[in-house]
């Protein structure tokens, strides 16, 4: 099973699951699963290939979402979802493969669609660090910026290193290989009549209007909203107006 963070205790609240996108970890959603843990149970993951999660060989979006089934049949069988980007195509995925197992649903910054930016750049700069002179964060923070990462994300990744094995907590390989199946988003007619709400960043272009009517024949009871002065990482750049907006969604 993949490897969670457990915060809260149990309440009368269905128990929320949180899915990180790609390159991320369960630890990057610390600050909000904390917060939120405070009327219900939260359990963040690690996806496959991410974090202390198995490292495998495929990372398909229906072997990501079996995945996230699996952790939701051992915490009594259903669960709210917020997933972000990747994270949010596999809990996606999971509604419309095992429909029974979430309540509510939150996609952050992403649409059912296929698109066409790759972000392989990233795996080549990560696969550019010398481990050798990297004795913590910033020695790969620096190396990272001479690889042309942006300091936001150069923070972003480094929370994936692993110093003592020399390497990343990213199967790196495996993400690779499967860039166009993460970019993608499987065909398929199924669709889910339960309540979600599409959170995106004011200043993303990820979900645009032109990808509304593909996402409303999936999800016909979806709702769209919008953080203003967000981007892509709308949960890192505004944590208080994203926690507010799912509190309220996840409590409606």
Do not use: C
Not at 103 to 113: C, E, K, S
Request: charge should be neutral.
């Amino acid at each position: 099973m993949l490897n969670f963070l457990t915060h809260g205790s149990a309440t009368d609240k269905t128990p929320l699951l949180i899915v990180h996108g790609l390159y991320g970890s369960a630890r990057n959603w610390g600050v909000i699963a904390k917060r939120l843990s405070d009327e219900r149970q939260v359990i963040a993951v690690d996806m496959r290939n991410h974090g202390q999660s198995p490292k495998t060989s495929s990372h398909t979006y229906i072997e990501l979402a079996d995945d996230l089934a699996e952790v939701i049949a051992a915490h009594g069988g259903k669960m709210d979802v917020i997933g972000h980007s990747m994270g949010g195509k596999a809990a996606m995925m999971l509604a419309l493969r095992h429909p029974e197992a979430i309540g509510r649903l939150i996609v952050a910054d992403i649409a059912p669609v296929s698109y066409s930016h790759s972000q392989i750049k990233f795996i080549e700069a990560m696969r550019s660090v010398d481990f050798s002179h990297v004795e913590r964060r910033p020695d790969a923070e620096a190396q990272l910026a001479e690889a042309g990462v942006e300091p936001a994300l150069q923070s972003f990744f480094t929370q994936s290193l692993d110093i003592p094995n020399k390497g990343w907590k990213l199967n790196l390989e495996t993400l690779a290989k499967h860039m166009p199946d993460i970019m993608a988003f499987p065909k398929t007619g199924a669709s889910w009549d339960g309540p979600v709400l599409f959170l995106s960043g004011g200043e993303s272009d990820y979900v645009l209007r032109e990808h509304r009517e593909q996402t409303q024949a999936h999800f016909p009871k979806a709702r769209f909203a919008k953080i203003p002065g967000a981007g892509h990482w709308l949960h890192a750049e505004k944590p208080r107006e994203f926690e507010a907006n799912a509190r309220a969604f996840l409590n409606a």
